[in-house]
Structures are given as structure tokens and as C-alpha cells.
């Protein structure tokens, strides 16, 4: 993740999966995203998807509560989960 203004991180999430992967955020709690997550979906020419999810948040955010990238595939048992930042 990065900062892009004062008080605003933008966080990515990116899977490459044949077939395309889904990628889900978990926001813990009061949910302070800025808009729902943007996600992009590009074939690849090895006949993969590379899908970018990214989640624009309020700073404060992140030492508050558990932000976390969800990636599923129906190649996995369970999702393949990401955490942005310390919280369990």
C-alpha cells in the first residue's frame, strides 16, 4: 500500500491464476473505505488473468482495525488471505 494524499492510502491486491482468480477485502468493523475497490482484469498471453484490486482507505485506518485481501480460486481449499497491516 501507499500513501497517495494526506490522510489517504491506496491498497493493491494482485493474483495472476488460470482461470482468473477473484480477489475480495475484508474490512474489520466501521467500514472507512472511500468508495468501493476498483478492479481491473487483464489477460495475460499465457492464458492467465492478472486481476488488480485496489481499495482506497482513510490512513487512520489501518492502526485501527484488520484490513485484509482475500484472494479465491477454485485451484485452493480456502482463500489466500493478505493483511495490510498488524492486526489479527
Known amino acids: 500500500y ?3 494524499s494526506p490522510g489517504v492510502i491506496e491498497a493493491n491486491c ?3 491464476a488460470r482461470p482468473q482468480a477473484e480477489i475480495v477485502w475484508n474490512v474489520e468493523g466501521n467500514n472507512r473505505t472511500i468508495g468501493p475497490p476498483v478492479t ?3 489477460q495475460q498471453n ?3 488473468t492478472l ?3 485496489t481499495l482506497t482507505i482513510q490512513a ?5 482495525v484488520s484490513v485484509k485481501c482475500l484472494v479465491h480460486h477454485k485451484g485452493l481449499e480456502t482463500a489466500i488471505a493478505v493483511s495490510m497491516n498488524t492486526k489479527s
Open 2 to 4: 501507499k500513501t497517495t
Open 14 to 16: 494482485t493474483a495472476v
Open 40 to 42: 481491473t482484469a487483464i
Open 46 to 48: 499465457d492464458g492467465t
Open 51 to 53: 486481476v488488480i484490486s
Open 60 to 64: 487512520g485506518l489501518l492502526k485501527d
